[in-house]
């Protein structure tokens, strides 16, 4: 039912690589920037990634963001126990004149 | 830093009107530099942005809710307002105040408040 589509869920163990998708349109993520935000049980979204890649003050480094086309991607580099958390991607959409977003992606670290 | 904090009642009765209040700190609304936005999350709709407005007072919202939703602005209290009307059960949401970059997307959020709409 969300415009951005992401896989529900992602996995991995401590120090693994885990990746997240998010697909889009031409009307959104293909025209716009990515943002990406962390949402930790019981807490508000916080802003992880900028404008596809740039990480905000105070953001590990194993967090990196990408887009190609209309489609974009998070990495987690070196799971920690304290990266479990909800992860939204969300882009301005010219056809709603505002941000859309994808329904997020649980990720468990195992 | 910046900080957002959302204000109003938790239960909403059917038919009624929702009514928050977002209280900024840390920025000042009326520097002209940002938009201010409303955002809700639930679990049968996810994220879904409401509307926005600028200091001049301009706003825009979301289609799908624009004929029961108005935004304000209060320059003096450093403030913006949501009124949602003719709410249901389907208004149940956990309602966000944001500061919007428009394309660039919302870099800060409020801690969220959960409204109930039930008799």
């Known amino acids: 039912q969300s415009v951005l589509t992401q896989p529900p869920s992602a996995s991995g163990t401590p120090g693994q690589r885990v990746t997240i998708s998010c697909s889009g349109s031409?009307?959104?993520?293909?025209?716009?920037?990515v943002n990406w935000y962390q949402q930790l049980p019981g807490a508000a979204p916080k802003l992880l990634i900028s404008t596809n890649n740039q990480r905000p003050s105070g953001v590990p480094d194993r967090f990196s963001g990408s887009k190609s086309g209309t489609s974009a991607s998070l990495a987690i580099n070196g799971l920690q126990s304290e990266d479990e958390a909800t992860y939204y991607c969300a882009a301005w959409d010219d056809s709603l004149s505002g941000p859309v977003f994808g329904g997020g992606t649980k990720v468990t670290v195992l | 830093q910046v900080q957002l904090q959302e204000s109003g009642p938790g239960l909403v009765k059917p038919s009624q009107t929702l009514s928050l209040t977002c209280t900024v700190s840390g920025d000042s609304i009326s520097s002209g530099s940002y938009y201010w936005s409303w955002i809700r999350q639930s679990a049968g709709k996810g994220l879904e942005w409401i509307g926005r407005v600028y200091t001049s007072g301009n706003t825009n919202y979301n289609p799908s809710l624009m004929s029961r939703v108005t935004i304000s602005i209060d320059t003096s209290k450093n403030e913006f307002s949501l009124k949602l009307n003719s709410v249901t059960a389907a208004d149940t949401a956990i309602y966000y105040c944001a500061r919007d970059r428009l394309w660039f997307g919302v870099d800060y959020w409020g801690h969220g408040t959960l409204v109930t709409v039930s008799s």
């Open positions: 031409t009307s959104n993520i293909g025209s716009k920037t």
